[in-house]
């Protein structure tokens, strides 16, 4: 569980304010009991002002009631809400400044190393545009003749585990053919024969 915001804070307008356990306060601030006893004598916190949950939107007072009720309860925070959760949007991968400069590197080398990746799996590995990985591949970057392929793995754009997996499914989804492997399917020749 992700504790509330400024727990502290959050723990002295709990223990002021509501009948909750100390138990119940500490384990929802993830706080210590004997912090939460101190705070409730009064030997810690003193200068500061409580937070209220309920209005910063990281409780409900149904929940409250429901905790002080009920001493073995856990309260429970409510889920963040945000324009793209509530809009169903996916959130784009933020890549940091520092590491920008690195992306057509890390573009040439998976298109040099994994050819087998569409465009769209890249682009969504490395959160790149697909512009910019049919410009790295053409040759066509305004950098291009700086670019070093060099791993995504290695330059701190994406996970190994993230590759592996895009390179799984761009095998699984890639139609398998005996061509590819420099021989015909002899089922294939007698049955048009």
Known sequence: MTAPLM?????IWLVENTRLTFDQIA????????????????????N??????????????EEIKRCEENPNARLMLNPIVTADSVLGKKTRKYTPVSKR??????????????????????????????????????????NSQNIKPRSPVHLGLCRQV????AIAKALKDAPRTDAAFGEANPSEDEHNA
Do not use: Y
Not at 7 to 11: Q, R, V
Not at 27 to 46: K, M, N, R, W, Y
Not at 162 to 165: G, V, W
């Open 162 to 165: 993230e590759l592996d997996a």
């Open 101 to 142: 400069q690195d992306r057509p590197d890390a573009i040439a080398w998976l298109v040099k190393f994994h050819p087998e990746l569409p465009d769209v799996a890249i682009a969504r590995l490395l959160g790149t545009t697909k512009n910019m990985i049919n410009s790295v591949r053409s040759k066509t970057h305004w």
């Open 7 to 11: 727990p502290k804070a959050t723990a």
């Open 27 to 46: 384990t929802f601030c993830e706080l210590h009991i004997l912090e939460v006893q101190a705070i409730a004598d009064g030997e810690s916190g003193t």
């Open 48 to 61: 500061m002002i409580g937070l209220n949950p309920i209005t910063s939107g990281q409780l409900s007072e």
